[in-house]
Protein backbone atom coordinates (compact mmCIF):
# COMPACT_ATOMS: atom_id res chain seq x y z
CA UNK A 1 0.00 0.00 0.00
CA UNK A 2 0.97 3.64 -0.80
CA UNK A 3 2.46 5.89 2.45
CA UNK A 4 3.25 9.16 2.64
CA UNK A 5 2.02 12.70 1.85
CA UNK A 6 0.38 14.43 -1.32
CA UNK A 7 0.50 18.31 -1.50
CA UNK A 8 -2.97 18.95 -2.93
CA UNK A 9 -4.07 22.61 -3.91
CA UNK A 10 -7.35 22.79 -2.77
CA UNK A 11 -9.71 24.43 -5.12
CA UNK A 12 -12.41 27.18 -3.40
CA UNK A 13 -16.01 25.28 -3.04
CA UNK A 14 -14.95 22.35 -1.59
CA UNK A 15 -14.54 21.16 1.92
CA UNK A 16 -11.23 19.38 2.95
CA UNK A 17 -13.19 16.41 3.63
CA UNK A 18 -14.52 16.72 -0.01
CA UNK A 19 -10.97 16.77 -1.06
CA UNK A 20 -10.50 13.55 1.58
CA UNK A 21 -13.30 11.68 -0.46
CA UNK A 22 -11.62 12.70 -3.97
CA UNK A 23 -8.37 11.06 -3.10
CA UNK A 24 -9.84 7.93 -1.65
CA UNK A 25 -12.40 7.04 -5.07
CA UNK A 26 -9.11 8.16 -7.24
CA UNK A 27 -6.77 6.31 -5.40
CA UNK A 28 -8.27 3.28 -3.89
CA UNK A 29 -6.96 4.33 -0.99
CA UNK A 30 -9.17 4.19 2.15
CA UNK A 31 -6.44 5.38 4.72
CA UNK A 32 -6.54 8.63 3.81
CA UNK A 33 -6.55 12.23 6.13
CA UNK A 34 -6.38 15.48 6.13
CA UNK A 35 -4.28 17.79 8.15
CA UNK A 36 -6.27 20.71 9.44
CA UNK A 37 -9.41 22.36 7.97
CA UNK A 38 -9.45 24.82 5.09
CA UNK A 39 -12.82 26.70 4.89
CA UNK A 40 -14.70 25.35 1.58
CA UNK A 41 -14.04 29.00 -0.06
CA UNK A 42 -10.36 29.25 0.86
CA UNK A 43 -8.39 27.51 -1.67
CA UNK A 44 -4.75 26.86 -1.45
CA UNK A 45 -2.23 24.17 0.20
CA UNK A 46 -4.02 21.32 1.87
CA UNK A 47 -1.59 18.04 2.64
CA UNK A 48 -3.12 14.84 2.31
CA UNK A 49 -2.00 11.71 4.23
CA UNK A 50 -2.18 8.27 2.81
CA UNK A 51 -1.47 4.73 4.08
CA UNK A 52 0.60 4.69 7.45
CA UNK A 53 1.19 8.58 7.03
CA UNK A 54 -2.02 9.57 8.57
CA UNK A 55 -0.08 9.18 11.63
CA UNK A 56 1.63 12.38 10.43
CA UNK A 57 -1.56 14.29 10.74
CA UNK A 58 -1.25 15.21 14.45
CA UNK A 59 1.95 16.99 13.53
CA UNK A 60 1.58 18.90 10.17
CA UNK A 61 -1.59 20.41 12.55
CA UNK A 62 0.92 21.79 14.79
CA UNK A 63 3.34 23.03 11.63
CA UNK A 64 2.81 26.81 11.48
CA UNK A 65 0.76 28.23 8.29
CA UNK A 66 1.44 30.68 5.85
CA UNK A 67 -1.31 32.87 4.28
CA UNK A 68 -2.65 35.85 1.59
CA UNK A 69 -5.79 37.29 2.80
CA UNK A 70 -7.58 40.29 1.78
CA UNK A 71 -8.97 42.14 4.03
CA UNK A 72 -12.14 44.57 3.12
CA UNK A 73 -12.80 47.26 5.85
CA UNK A 74 -16.07 49.00 6.42
CA UNK A 75 -18.14 45.44 6.33
CA UNK A 76 -18.08 43.41 9.13
CA UNK A 77 -20.44 40.09 8.80
CA UNK A 78 -21.77 37.43 11.20
CA UNK A 79 -19.47 34.40 9.67
CA UNK A 80 -16.71 37.01 9.38
CA UNK A 81 -16.27 37.00 5.48
CA UNK A 82 -17.89 38.07 2.81
CA UNK A 83 -20.46 34.57 2.80
CA UNK A 84 -22.20 35.99 6.51
CA UNK A 85 -24.62 37.90 7.35
CA UNK A 86 -23.55 41.99 7.23
CA UNK A 87 -23.69 43.75 11.08
CA UNK A 88 -22.42 46.54 10.37
CA UNK A 89 -21.47 49.39 7.67
CA UNK A 90 -19.73 52.10 8.11
CA UNK A 91 -18.39 54.69 5.61
CA UNK A 92 -14.57 54.52 5.11
CA UNK A 93 -12.27 56.94 3.96
CA UNK A 94 -9.15 56.16 1.32
CA UNK A 95 -6.98 54.12 3.95
CA UNK A 96 -3.59 55.12 3.67
CA UNK A 97 -0.71 51.45 3.61
CA UNK A 98 1.33 53.35 6.32
CA UNK A 99 -1.91 53.50 8.41
CA UNK A 100 -2.70 50.15 8.12
CA UNK A 101 0.76 48.82 8.69
CA UNK A 102 0.83 50.74 11.87
CA UNK A 103 -2.70 49.32 13.14
CA UNK A 104 -1.11 45.60 11.62
CA UNK A 105 1.85 46.25 14.37
CA UNK A 106 -0.79 45.51 17.25
CA UNK A 107 -1.28 41.78 16.18
CA UNK A 108 2.16 40.51 16.17
CA UNK A 109 3.23 37.80 18.22
CA UNK A 110 1.58 36.14 20.72
CA UNK A 111 -2.19 37.69 20.78
CA UNK A 112 -5.22 35.99 22.94
CA UNK A 113 -7.94 35.16 20.08
CA UNK A 114 -11.89 34.27 20.23
CA UNK A 115 -12.89 32.09 17.66
CA UNK A 116 -15.40 32.47 15.30
CA UNK A 117 -19.02 31.10 16.70
CA UNK A 118 -19.16 29.54 12.60
CA UNK A 119 -16.73 27.04 13.21
CA UNK A 120 -16.22 23.23 14.09
CA UNK A 121 -14.72 23.73 17.70
CA UNK A 122 -16.11 21.91 20.25
CA UNK A 123 -17.46 23.39 23.04
CA UNK A 124 -19.24 21.63 25.85
CA UNK A 125 -19.51 18.63 23.31
CA UNK A 126 -20.69 20.58 20.66
CA UNK A 127 -19.81 22.44 17.53
CA UNK A 128 -19.68 26.29 17.83
CA UNK A 129 -21.76 26.76 14.81
CA UNK A 130 -24.47 24.43 15.67
CA UNK A 131 -25.15 26.69 18.83
CA UNK A 132 -25.33 29.78 15.97
CA UNK A 133 -27.94 27.70 13.67
CA UNK A 134 -29.87 27.13 16.98
CA UNK A 135 -29.64 30.62 17.88
CA UNK A 136 -28.20 29.61 21.28
CA UNK A 137 -25.83 32.43 23.38
CA UNK A 138 -22.83 30.65 23.91
CA UNK A 139 -19.76 32.15 26.03
CA UNK A 140 -16.46 31.43 23.68
CA UNK A 141 -13.10 30.03 25.30
CA UNK A 142 -10.29 32.37 24.00
CA UNK A 143 -7.15 31.19 23.04
CA UNK A 144 -3.61 32.24 22.80
CA UNK A 145 -2.26 31.99 19.21
CA UNK A 146 0.77 33.31 17.84
CA UNK A 147 1.45 35.84 14.56
CA UNK A 148 5.25 35.62 13.51
CA UNK A 149 4.69 38.00 10.60
CA UNK A 150 1.77 39.94 8.94
CA UNK A 151 2.48 42.38 5.82
CA UNK A 152 0.90 44.58 3.59
CA UNK A 153 1.06 42.72 -0.16
CA UNK A 154 -1.20 45.24 -1.74
CA UNK A 155 -3.68 48.07 -1.59
CA UNK A 156 -6.68 46.55 -4.26
CA UNK A 157 -8.74 49.40 -3.30
CA UNK A 158 -9.74 52.43 -0.74
CA UNK A 159 -10.96 49.91 1.46
CA UNK A 160 -9.45 46.69 0.51
CA UNK A 161 -5.73 44.99 1.29
CA UNK A 162 -4.30 41.94 0.54
CA UNK A 163 -1.76 40.39 3.41
CA UNK A 164 0.71 37.82 3.65
CA UNK A 165 0.33 36.06 7.49
CA UNK A 166 2.64 33.52 9.29
CA UNK A 167 0.54 31.86 11.72
CA UNK A 168 0.83 29.30 14.39
CA UNK A 169 -1.89 26.59 14.76
CA UNK A 170 -5.22 27.55 15.55
CA UNK A 171 -5.26 30.67 14.02
CA UNK A 172 -8.36 32.08 12.45
CA UNK A 173 -7.68 34.57 9.68
CA UNK A 174 -11.48 35.58 9.14
CA UNK A 175 -11.24 36.42 13.13
CA UNK A 176 -7.79 38.41 12.60
CA UNK A 177 -9.52 40.08 10.06
CA UNK A 178 -12.37 40.96 11.67
CA UNK A 179 -10.33 42.19 15.20
CA UNK A 180 -8.23 44.12 13.15
CA UNK A 181 -11.19 45.88 11.73
CA UNK A 182 -12.73 46.64 15.12
CA UNK A 183 -9.29 47.88 16.44
CA UNK A 184 -9.66 50.01 13.48
CA UNK A 185 -13.48 51.68 13.87
CA UNK A 186 -14.49 50.87 10.38
CA UNK A 187 -15.25 47.34 11.33
CA UNK A 188 -13.89 44.61 8.39
CA UNK A 189 -14.19 41.22 6.92
CA UNK A 190 -12.23 38.61 4.94
CA UNK A 191 -13.21 38.60 1.62
CA UNK A 192 -10.79 36.21 0.20
CA UNK A 193 -8.15 33.35 1.51
CA UNK A 194 -5.52 31.41 0.12
CA UNK A 195 -3.10 29.22 2.43
CA UNK A 196 0.34 29.48 0.76
CA UNK A 197 2.19 27.26 3.35
CA UNK A 198 1.41 24.50 5.44
CA UNK A 199 5.22 23.53 6.33
CA UNK A 200 7.09 22.37 4.72
CA UNK A 201 4.69 22.12 1.59
CA UNK A 202 4.28 25.05 -0.04
CA UNK A 203 1.55 26.59 -2.91
CA UNK A 204 4.38 26.57 -6.08
CA UNK A 205 4.73 22.74 -5.23
CA UNK A 206 0.99 21.51 -4.94
CA UNK A 207 -1.17 19.53 -7.15
CA UNK A 208 -4.08 20.31 -8.56
CA UNK A 209 -6.78 17.65 -8.45
CA UNK A 210 -6.83 17.06 -11.78
CA UNK A 211 -2.79 16.22 -12.03
CA UNK A 212 -3.28 13.70 -9.32
CA UNK A 213 -5.87 12.27 -10.99
CA UNK A 214 -3.89 12.16 -14.36
CA UNK A 215 -1.29 10.84 -12.18
CA UNK A 216 -3.26 7.66 -11.32
CA UNK A 217 -4.26 7.10 -14.73
CA UNK A 218 -0.77 6.59 -16.12
CA UNK A 219 0.41 5.31 -12.90
CA UNK A 220 2.72 7.85 -11.64
CA UNK A 221 0.84 8.59 -8.64
CA UNK A 222 4.42 7.64 -6.84
CA UNK A 223 5.88 10.87 -7.89
CA UNK A 224 3.50 12.95 -6.42
CA UNK A 225 4.02 11.23 -2.87
CA UNK A 226 6.47 12.72 -0.23
CA UNK A 227 7.88 10.64 2.18
CA UNK A 228 6.64 10.98 6.14
CA UNK A 229 10.10 12.22 6.89
CA UNK A 230 10.30 15.35 5.33
CA UNK A 231 8.23 17.02 8.07
CA UNK A 232 10.55 15.58 10.70
CA UNK A 233 14.09 16.92 8.43
CA UNK A 234 15.05 19.76 11.57
CA UNK A 235 14.83 16.61 13.64
CA UNK A 236 18.43 14.62 14.75
CA UNK A 237 18.56 11.16 12.58
CA UNK A 238 19.65 7.84 14.52
CA UNK A 239 20.01 4.26 12.62
CA UNK A 240 18.93 1.10 14.29
CA UNK A 241 20.77 -1.83 13.81
CA UNK A 242 18.80 -4.70 11.81
CA UNK A 243 19.51 -6.54 15.12
CA UNK A 244 16.82 -4.44 16.96
CA UNK A 245 14.22 -3.99 14.05
CA UNK A 246 11.63 -6.04 16.28
CA UNK A 247 12.34 -4.03 18.99
CA UNK A 248 11.62 -1.28 17.15
CA UNK A 249 8.70 -2.12 15.56
CA UNK A 250 7.33 -3.75 18.83
CA UNK A 251 7.90 -0.61 20.27
CA UNK A 252 10.43 -1.63 22.80
CA UNK A 253 13.23 0.31 24.34
CA UNK A 254 16.08 0.27 22.16
CA UNK A 255 19.45 0.60 23.90
CA UNK A 256 22.77 1.31 22.35
CA UNK A 257 23.53 -1.85 20.89
CA UNK A 258 20.67 -2.23 19.08
CA UNK A 259 22.17 1.55 17.62
CA UNK A 260 24.83 2.73 14.79
CA UNK A 261 24.74 6.25 16.63
CA UNK A 262 25.74 7.48 19.73
CA UNK A 263 22.37 8.90 21.42
CA UNK A 264 24.53 9.81 25.17
CA UNK A 265 24.76 13.61 23.30
CA UNK A 266 21.52 13.93 23.46
CA UNK A 267 18.94 15.17 26.07
CA UNK A 268 16.21 13.15 27.84
CA UNK A 269 13.47 14.46 25.89
CA UNK A 270 14.84 15.08 22.46
CA UNK A 271 12.66 13.68 19.85
CA UNK A 272 14.53 11.64 17.01
CA UNK A 273 14.07 9.82 13.76
CA UNK A 274 14.69 6.23 13.21
CA UNK A 275 15.88 4.67 10.09
CA UNK A 276 16.65 0.83 9.25
CA UNK A 277 18.90 0.36 6.11
CA UNK A 278 17.94 4.58 5.02
CA UNK A 279 14.24 3.55 5.10
CA UNK A 280 12.58 5.94 7.81
CA UNK A 281 10.68 3.60 10.25
CA UNK A 282 9.31 5.95 13.36
CA UNK A 283 9.67 8.86 15.95
CA UNK A 284 11.14 8.25 19.11
CA UNK A 285 12.11 10.28 22.05
CA UNK A 286 15.77 9.98 23.75
CA UNK A 287 14.72 8.48 27.67
CA UNK A 288 16.95 7.80 31.01
CA UNK A 289 17.71 4.52 31.96
CA UNK A 290 17.49 5.64 36.00
CA UNK A 291 18.94 2.77 36.94
CA UNK A 292 22.45 2.64 35.15
CA UNK A 293 22.47 6.54 34.19
CA UNK A 294 22.14 5.50 29.93
CA UNK A 295 20.17 6.98 27.35
CA UNK A 296 17.57 4.70 25.53
CA UNK A 297 15.47 5.12 22.59
CA UNK A 298 11.84 4.43 23.07
CA UNK A 299 9.71 4.84 19.75
CA UNK A 300 7.04 7.29 19.94
CA UNK A 301 5.13 6.41 16.45
CA UNK A 302 5.70 4.01 14.22
CA UNK A 303 5.57 4.39 10.42
CA UNK A 304 5.98 1.62 9.04
Known amino acids: MMNGIINVLKPPGMTSHDVVNFIRRET ?11 DPEAAGVLPICIGKSTKAVQYITEKRKKYRANIKFGISTDTQDKYGKVTKQTVVPDLDIVTINGLLENFKGKILQTPPIYSAIKQNGKKLYQYAIEGQNVDIKSRYIEIYNITIVDKLAR ?3 MLDISC ?3 TYIRTLCHDIGEKSGYGAHMSQL ?4 SSPFRIEDANT ?5 NAVKEGELCNLIYKPDLLFHELHRINVKKSAEKSAINGNPIFSPGLEDDIEVYEAGTMVRLYIDDDFIALGNIELDNLYNKNYVRVKTLFT
Open 194 to 197: IRLE
Open 159 to 161: DEF
Open 28 to 38: GIKKVGHTGTL
Open 168 to 170: SKG
Open 209 to 213: LEEIR
